[in-house]
């Protein structure tokens, strides 16, 4: 098994979702052809909300596998499946040759602040998916992790950090974090993980904001609060396409150069499926590699 971040350097890895049509898979195609020169640690592929996205993740994954031999991750979550059906989806993702997963318990149906609905003969929690994969056995397993708090736990970092105690214990072996801005959230969460025994990396994940309507949608898709100086910053440029998506890859990259002085082991771009974002701010970042 690929052990996809074991700390030794830090990785660059990028997230992918996947497409609804022809021309969003062009689209992916160019994005992951524009950062081959980066020769990426690894690639993760979302899972749609609701399971949507079940058979498209795989056959993406798989392709992203075969044709750029880059490690691959397929996302899996919990949502409105049972745990046999869980166990099937996890034999599809071996027979594609698809040995790293990221479980993930999934938002509710009504979006991450949502009450969650029980599905009948399913999980609630992503630890009991990193339990069933590690029986199993054969796959890598990865888990979410929240610098800002996880949407659903009202301010509860203790429960957090217990969450995560849990999912290493029952078989994660590296933990993506959510997006977020501020590198002393980060920097909290990994010292309190370890002041309990975790030896987990824990992956930075960061989104290069480039259009404002999106990465709105986006923080308020996953809870993720925007600090002030980040969204009156962008406030001063909202009327110039260019200067957004420049400030926003200052933003980035600044936030992963503090990151990565600060012992972080890799960095985790959240591309949206497009490169040219991504490609500059590695360029201006690789030599903290
Ligand atoms: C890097 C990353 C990638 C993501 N990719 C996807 C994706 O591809 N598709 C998708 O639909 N969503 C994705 N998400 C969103 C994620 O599924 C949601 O944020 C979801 O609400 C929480 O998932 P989790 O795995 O943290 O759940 P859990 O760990 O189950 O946590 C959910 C809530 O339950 C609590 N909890 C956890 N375990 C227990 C327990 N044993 N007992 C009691 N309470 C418990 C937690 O404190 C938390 O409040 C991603 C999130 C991240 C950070």
Known sequence: MTNLADGSKPTFSFEFFPPKD?????????????????????????????GSTRDRTIRITSEITAHTKVPTVAHLTCVGSTRDELVEILGKYREAGISSILALR???????????????????????LVSLASEIGGFTIGVAAFPDGHPASAGDFENDIEVLLEKERRGATFATTQFFFEAQRWIDLVEALRAR????????????????????RMAELTGTPIPARISEAFAKVESDPDAVRNLG?????????????????????YTMNTSTATREIFERIKGSR
């Open 22 to 50: 022809a021309d969003g898979e062009t689209r992916l195609w160019a994005a992951i052809d524009g950062l081959k020169s980066i020769a990426p640690d690894f690639i993760s592929v979302t899972y749609g909300a609701g």
């Open 106 to 128: 999934g938002d509710p149906v009504g979006g991450p602040r949502a009450p969650w609905e029980t599905t009948p003969g399913g999980f609630d929690h992503a630890d009991q």
């Open 197 to 216: 025994g975790s030896s987990m990396p824990i992956i930075p994940g960061i989104l290069p904001v480039t259009n404002l309507k999106q990465f709105n």
């Open 249 to 269: 890859v200052d933003i980035a990259t600044n936030l992963s150069q503090q990151l990565l002085e600060a012992g972080a082991p890799g960095i985790h771009f």
